[in-house]
């Protein structure tokens, strides 16, 4: 079974920037597209940001200026730079890749990795 493995969470403080990486464990075919989610503490999880194969990328609004998407499809690595960090973004943030193939589609996820932002 094919995991995702996030690195690059932490605790920063209110402006600072972090840069989350995302890699699958084995190999992954027929990927659509790569993303991340958050998930705040009492809050459902919200989507981010994504990136297809394409290179078209797009990301929620609240983070479009400070946030930006990166993905390398040769080996199904996803980024996610975040700058001007503010404290109501701490969250577990999630990658996710999804695939698609002859009408079946299947979405994998990370375990999460914690960034915390302080005031």
């Known amino acids: 079974q094919v995991r995702l493995v996030e690195s690059g969470g932490g605790l920063v403080q209110t402006g600072d920037s972090l840069r989350l990486s995302c890699a699958p464990s084995?190999?992954?075919?027929?990927?659509?597209?790569m993303g991340w989610y958050r998930q705040a503490p009492g809050k459902q999880r919200e989507y981010v940001a994504h990136?297809?194969?394409?290179?078209?990328?797009n990301s929620a609004d609240s983070v479009k200026s400070r946030f930006t998407v990166s993905g390398e499809n040769a080996n199904n690595t996803v980024y996610l730079q975040m700058n001007n960090l503010q404290p109501e973004e701490t969250a577990v943030y999630y990658c996710?890749?999804?695939?698609?193939?002859?009408?079946?589609?299947?979405?994998?996820w990370g375990q999460g990795t914690q960034v915390t932002v302080s005031s």
């Open positions: 084995g190999h992954i075919l027929h990927t659509k597209w």
């Open positions: 996710t890749i999804h695939i698609a193939y002859l009408g079946e589609a299947h979405d994998y």
């Open positions: 990136i297809t194969t394409g290179g078209s990328a």
